[in-house]
């Protein structure tokens, strides 16, 4: 019971940074149909800002705000450069021109940076914990979860209660319509991926103040987070991403501690294809998005 | 009739040898430039990444679904055919735990191969399996992960196996010598894709996974099942892809989880779809293109850039030419030609029917002699009753209930919103009815899928027009065709050119069917549905978009295309004047529900159908 409990804290912890991955993954599905596999790419973007301003001596009060500044305003400028280029585009291209994004970003960062893994100090209170009764709580999961939870609520707030929210949900559910109905295609897209940004730089600032180090192919991971978790909730469904990502971060923790010794090393791969087969089963994911085709 | 070897087979043939010529013969030529080592290693390394492209194009190509599990499927092959190729002293070196006694097993490369494309076939079963299940058809989001979750278990695996796989730093190695010492197994290798890949695109299977990539409801609605025609599409495709991928571990002689993970992956997509996926010519040229062109911003890369004064000693330019450009290029490519040229340098272009066209050219093809009619099949019964259908807490349709014989004119007609596309697509398979039954010839068919009514004789045509744009007219129509000759076995099939020149569509047989004006296209998608020789012809609003005369001409067509292959006609639409034309009984329907039915005469007589339709008439 109380090893279950410990799971279920670590879980929603993990999760929680999964959840706000894949709503900004869900956000630019819904206003572009675009699943994007350079989402994690804002993540090494400003992870290298952060190693550059932890090198120039920065505390992290003032790396935070920078990482979420840098993964905005990435994700605006690769909006502008190559998305913007591909709007109404197949699937397919779509697809193809997020995994281009993906590798340029990387190689850049190959190319100019190194190959090999830059570290930089992470908070000192990142490891502590305390404890509730038997239970060993770190205080980062409180934090993160508390700060999740607060995002949340406030994005739910944008999403329902103003005039780019409507303009959002509107453009999620029917783009055309709600462009002949006269909203701005443009800034909606790019309010769109500003959202996405600001959600992936307060998942960024959580993910590199626990790994404390950044590479190239950094973005691979949590690209994959996010991505899974938007398909697991199910595509286009903005609560199904949280959800999503709750799951997923849940079943990562549950496996890792209770998959028997031998085939703990493959948790990841075991993932994968828990995933595979709950899309196999449920191709539309958790929640059900009505996509009526019409003939 | 299918195939007709000149066009199936010789040229297709040709092609694939002019292609392995140029590709082998530029290969060659490099080498006698650039002596060495290095050169020969990079015709090696074009010419087994060209097997694997070729191998990815089958699917990606024909499929249109975009798969990033490949190179999974290549790592399988590639670690089966290394652990059962080594030899046993050398597996003792780095995996003498090996599990399932592989450290013992000692097998000849050919062996090797053979049943690494076996095991890598298998795994393409499974993961077609779930394709199919995940509904996979063009562009869907959801099969491209499966196939991503495919690459990421492969590569997990390959990770943290190391008794199987010698781990991540170890990896696998070939002794020394063991490597591949001639490069005939490649070349035979290369031929022998190439040909599969073309042949595959002509063969029956390949025309209908393209139809289906082009349109995968019309394709399911003249009696395709995608999902039959992709995993065949995978499993050739992933055959070809695991003899690359073995041939690519022994040439390497050793093996380790990068190898076969996401930059092979970006390498090879990028080849695939800067040539053009839908080509196989496209995938030959996209990896003769990538392949120089990476080679020249590697060489850039480290030796900087010198020539006519512009980054003299690599200096003012060094910001650019630096190592691991080659990255940079490679995604630079993949970016820029899906924003500026998505379909590659050559779409769909091939070779050989360039060749085949040219020379073509100066024989006329005689113009076809007019089709017999047929005696309408008068048996058929098509019968469906107390149909009801509910979106959500509304019901389009309650109640409803639709009688026609073998050969009569059946006439559906109702304002907007009545219910007459529902009906159709219940009796089409496209929607399940919440109660209610229907049979075909007394034999029910409630919940059969739309191929499967397709295959049956129910046919129908769209409203909104669904042709396979991408292909020609005639292909368009040999679509149905292919699935008349296997499936409709029964009747009279039509031949495909002379239906094409009934349509009067002969003279534009050849050209695609986006090029199509209006009339045309409507035209040709009531030829594709009498070339599957229907027992009933169901046409969605036939005449929408038309002028007074072309729905009259339309009336005309539809007599005459019916009775050229006997079919009944189940027609809708709600322009009165078309319906009472063209029908020998019409149902008339309003909200859901049946109001009338009986003669033109009598319906147009009908007080009911007066009020519901002809007050309202203004959406006519």
């Given at each position: 019971m109380i090893e279950l409990l410990q799971n279920l804290i670590d879980g929603l912890g993990r999760g929680s940074i999964y959840a706000l991955l894949a709503l900004g993954v869900a956000v630019i599905f819904g206003v572009m149909h675009l699943l994007n596999f350079a989402h994690g790419e804002l993540i090494t973007v400003s992870g290298y800002a952060a190693y550059a301003a932890s090198n120039q001596g920065w505390s992290w009060y003032l790396i935070t705000p920078l990482i979420i500044i840098c993964a905005i305003g990435a994700s605006l400028l690769i909006e502008r450069i190559a998305f913007s280029r591909v709007r109404g585009a197949s699937d397919f291209t779509l697809l193809l021109t997020s995994f281009g994004v993906h590798f340029v970003v990387s190689a850049i960062f190959l190319l100019y940076v190194s190959a090999s893994v830059k570290t930089f100090s992470r908070p000192g209170w990142v490891t502590d914990t305390f404890s509730v009764g038997s239970l060993n709580i770190e205080v980062f999961d409180t934090i993160v979860i508390i700060v999740t939870v607060i995002t949340l609520l406030a994005t739910t707030w944008l999403l329902q209660r103003t005039m780019f929210g409507l303009a959002l949900r509107a453009a999620a559910a029917d783009f055309d319509t709600a462009r002949l109905m006269g909203v701005k295609s443009d800034s909606v897209i790019r309010g769109a991926f500003a959202l996405s940004g600001l959600l992936a730089g307060i998942a960024g600032v959580f993910w590199l103040m626990r790994s404390g180090s950044t590479t190239p192919s950094a973005g691979i991971d949590p690209m994959l987070s996010g991505v899974l978790a938007a398909l697991i909730g199910g595509l286009g469904s903005l609560r199904g991403a949280v959800l999503g990502g709750f799951v997923l971060g849940l079943a990562e923790v549950l496996l890792r501690s209770r998959l028997p010794d031998g085939i703990a090393p493959l948790t990841d791969g075991v993932v994968f294809v828990l995933i595979a087969l709950l899309f196999i089963f449920r191709?539309?994911?958790?929640i059900t998005v009505a996509h009526a085709e019409r003939v | 009739m299918f195939p007709k070897f000149d066009r199936d087979i010789a040229f297709p043939l040709i092609g694939s040898l002019i292609l392995f010529g140029l590709l082998a013969g530029a290969g060659v030529l490099y080498q006698a430039l650039f002596t060495g080592g290095a050169a020969e290693r990079l015709i090696t390394v074009m010419l087994i990444d060209a097997i694997i492209v070729l191998g990815i194009q089958v699917y990606v190509g024909n499929t249109g679904v975009l798969s990033f599990g490949h190179i999974g499927f290549g790592a399988i092959a590639g670690y089966t055919f290394a652990v059962l190729a080594i030899s046993p002293e050398e597996k003792a070196k780095r995996i003498p735990d090996a599990p399932f006694g592989l450290a013992d097993v000692d097998m000849s490369s050919t062996v090797a191969i053979i049943v690494a494309v076996m095991v890598a076939c298998a795994a393409a079963v499974i993961l077609g399996i779930g394709l199919a299940r995940s509904g996979a058809q063009s562009g869907a989001v959801s099969a491209t992960v499966i196939t991503l979750a495919l690459l990421f278990v492969t590569h997990e695996v390959s990770r943290n196996w190391p008794e199987l796989t010698g781990g991540e730093r170890v990896g696998l190695f070939f002794p020394i010598g063991g490597a591949l010492d001639t490069r005939a197994p490649i070349y035979l290798a290369l031929l022998g894709s190439l040909i599969v890949a073309r042949l595959y695109a002509q063969s029956r299977s390949g025309r209908l996974a393209v139809a289906a990539r082009e349109d995968n409801l019309a394709a399911r609605a003249m009696g395709v099942n995608p999902l039959v025609q992709q995993m065949i599409a995978l499993v050739i495709s992933v055959a070809i892809v695991a003899v690359g991928a073995s041939l690519s571990v022994y040439e390497d002689g050793s093996l380790l989880p990068e190898n076969f993970f996401f930059n092979f992956t970006l390498l090879t997509l990028v080849m695939l779809i800067v040539g053009g996926r839908n080509s196989v010519t496209g995938a030959v040229l996209g990896v003769a293109v990538m392949t120089a062109g990476r080679e020249l911003a590697r060489r850039l890369g480290q030796d900087g850039f010198e020539i006519f004064g512009i980054g003299l000693d690599g200096k003012p330019l060094d910001w650019i030419f630096r190592e691991n450009l080659q990255t940079v290029f490679l995604g630079l490519s993949m970016l820029g030609f899906m924003i500026w040229?998505?379909?590659?340098?050559?779409?769909?272009?091939?070779l050989d029917e360039w060749l085949r066209a040219r020379i073509r050219r100066n024989q006329p093809e005689p113009k076809p002699e007019p089709l017999l009619e047929v005696v309408a099949d008068t048996a058929s019964v098509l019968h469906a009753e107390n149909i009801e259908v509910a979106f959500g807490g509304f019901k389009a349709l309650s109640d409803a209930g639709l009688h026609a014989n073998g050969g009569e004119v059946v006439g559906i007609i109702g304002p907007n919103g009545a219910g007459k596309t529902t009906l159709v697509n219940v009796i089409t398979g496209l929607v399940q009815p919440s109660a209610g039954s229907f049979s075909i010839d007394g034999e029910d068919v409630t919940n059969a899928q739309t191929h499967e009514l397709a295959r049956r004789g129910i046919v129908r045509t769209f409203q909104n027009l669904r042709l396979f744009s991408a292909l020609t007219v005639r292909e368009n129509v040999e679509v149905s065709s292919l699935i008349a000759h296997s499936h409709r076995t029964g009747r009279t099939i039509p031949d495909t050119d002379a239906l094409i020149g009934e349509a009067g569509l002969w003279a534009h047989r050849d050209r695609r069917a986006s090029e199509l004006d209006y009339g045309n296209s409507r035209r040709l998608e009531l030829a594709r549905a009498a070339a599957l020789a229907p027992s009933f012809l169901l046409l969605d609003?036939?005449?929408?978009?038309?002028?007074d005369n072309e729905s009259l001409e339309m009336i005309e067509q539809v007599r005459h295309m019916a009775a050229t292959v006997g079919a009944g006609v189940i027609v809708i639409d709600h322009d009165l004047g078309f319906i009472t034309g063209i029908s020998d009984r019409i149902y008339a329907f309003d909200q859901g529900t049946v109001i009338a039915t009986g003669t033109p005469d009598e319906v147009q007589a009908n007080a009911r159908v007066q009020a519901a339709y002809l007050g309202s008439a203004a959406d006519a």
């Open positions: 191709p539309q994911g958790l | 040229r998505p379909k590659g340098l050559l779409d769909d272009w091939e609003e036939p005449t929408s978009g038309m002028s």
